[in-house]
């Protein structure tokens, strides 16, 4: 390795795409770990973004193993030609008592609980997971997988809003406070870590376009 090219990392990529649409999604009801499949506009948007994301040639694929995001990922490794490696820690954070409700029912019934998780502090919604401890089942396997890569390598991970705001924020060395600075995706769109000489780097976030390189003095 020339001096040039120390420090540059791998050239490695992650994507993060979140899957299509479900009912609960149109209902704004919470989700969490409750196994909801996709509507059928739900497994559109997932062809038209399997295409896209095609394009990229990605190495790998891991997904959570609940139905809307492994439904998701089939629509790329159908391809793509690649199989999809399921794993139960990339499903979405689980939330007990909230699971199931719509916004305004958790507001009305949990309103303390939800303005203090608004205001960054730990909280555990509903009695379930922290978001830390999100990222702590999460981000491991998305680090191992990505090891796997070759270099200049893309792994494609199909999970769920918050597990992939939350591995975004421990990737990106954040502090879980500000974890909610990080907006949400819509569904099937997706955000891009790639490496950089000081680690992993936001690229792109809740996109549904492929990614353009960045042009100018901050590439």
């Known amino acids: 390795m020339s001096r040039s090219d120390a420090g540059k990392g791998r050239g490695r990529r992650i994507v993060l795409w979140r899957h299509g649409q479900t009912a609960w ?22 062809r038209r973004s399997a295409r896209l994301l095609a394009s990229l040639k990605p190495d790998a694929i891991i997904s959570s193993d609940l139905k809307r995001a492994a439904t998701t990922a089939d629509q790329l490794a159908s391809i793509t030609g690649h199989d999809v490696i399921r794993d139960s820690a990339l499903r979405e954070t689980y939330a007990g008592v909230w699971q199931g409700l719509t916004h305004e029912e958790i507001v009305e019934r949990h309103g303390e609980e939800y303005a203090a998780w608004k205001r960054g502090e730990p909280v555990r919604r509903g009695g ?7 990222a702590d089942r999460a981000a491991p396997v998305v680090l191992r997988h990505a090891d796997k890569l070759p270099d200049g390598g ?32 819509s ?33």
């Open 128 to 134: 379930g997971e922290l978001e830390t401890e999100v």
């Open 25 to 46: 999604n149109l209902e704004r009801r919470f989700q969490g770990s409750t196994d909801i499949e996709l509507t059928d506009t739900g497994v559109h948007q997932a």
């Open 154 to 185: 893309t792994l494609v991970v199909v999970s769920h809003g918050g597990t992939i705001r939350t591995t975004i924020g421990r990737l990106l060395g954040l502090e879980a406070h500000h974890w909610e600075g990080l907006g949400g995706l």
């Open 187 to 219: 569904n099937c769109s997706w955000s891009v870590l790639g490496e950089g000489a000081r680690g992993w780097r936001l690229l792109e976030h809740n996109a549904g376009t492929l990614p353009e390189p960045v042009l100018g003095d901050d590439d």
